[in-house]
T-cell receptor, first 109, second 114 residues
């Protein structure tokens, strides 16, 4: 059974600081890995999708890396803003998605 | 085009009642998934439909839970004889295929069993 772990569980940083969120998974036989954002009481917003053959994906201030062989992914958010405050979820896919518990980020103005 | 839609957005029901939750996937998407997000449990897979194949029901927590997908499009998740532990946000997602395609999520249905 796929186990997905996200560290840290919570993170609080001052505005402007870079964020580093970690995700690890136990079974490397995945099709892809997705990073999501979830605001309180809201659904999931997809941020980045990395296919198993890729090493990283970038979108604006967001960059995600994938090391499938070691079962790790890292989401970097550059120059954080208060609007980045949310819970960030990592999910790996075989056919269904297996989710981590998330990292709750607070960016202080 | 339109994204994944779910209805109702909120549902409050009494313990022991049956409830139906609806999901309209993105047009043309052949794969449809149901997930549940409970407080303290995180997000867990419930059931998966792919085209006309038999659904993967391996995530359903009990036989009180069932789902169907009509005409390869709309899906209904039914919970019979609801219990308080069924209270959660039920999320639906769809993707173009079953492989490496991105899953797109609906806004969810928040179910509260009193």
């Amino acid at each position: 059974k796929q186990e997905v772990t996200q560290i840290p569980a919570a993170l609080s940083v001052p505005e402007g600081e870079n964020l580093v969120l970690n995700c690890s998974f136990t079974d490397s036989a995945i099709y892809n890995l997705q990073w999501f954002r979830q605001d309180p009481g809201k659904g999931l917003t997809s941020l980045l999708l990395i296919q198993s053959s890729q090493r990283e994906q970038t979108s604006g201030r967001l960059n995600a890396s994938l090391d499938k062989s070691s079962g790790r992914s890292t989401l970097y958010i550059a120059a954080s803003q208060p609007g980045d405050s949310a819970t960030y979820l990592c999910a790996v896919r075989r056919y269904k998605l297996s989710f981590g518990a998330g990292t709750t980020v607070t960016v202080r103005a | 085009g339109a994204g994944v839609s779910q209805s109702p957005s909120n549902k409050v029901t009494e313990k022991g009642k049956d409830v139906e939750l609806r999901c309209d996937p993105i047009s043309g998407h052949t794969a449809l998934y149901w997930y549940r997000q409970s407080l303290g449990q995180g997000l867990e897979f419930l059931i998966y439909f792919q085209g006309n194949s038999a659904p993967d029901k391996s995530g359903l927590p009990s036989d009180r839970f069932s789902a169907e997908r009509t005409g390869g499009s709309v899906s209904t998740l039914t919970i019979q004889r609801t219990q308080q532990e069924d209270s959660a946000v039920y999320l639906c997602a769809s993707s173009f295929g079953q492989g490496a395609d991105e899953q797109y999520f609906g806004p969810g249905t928040r179910l509260t069993v009193t």
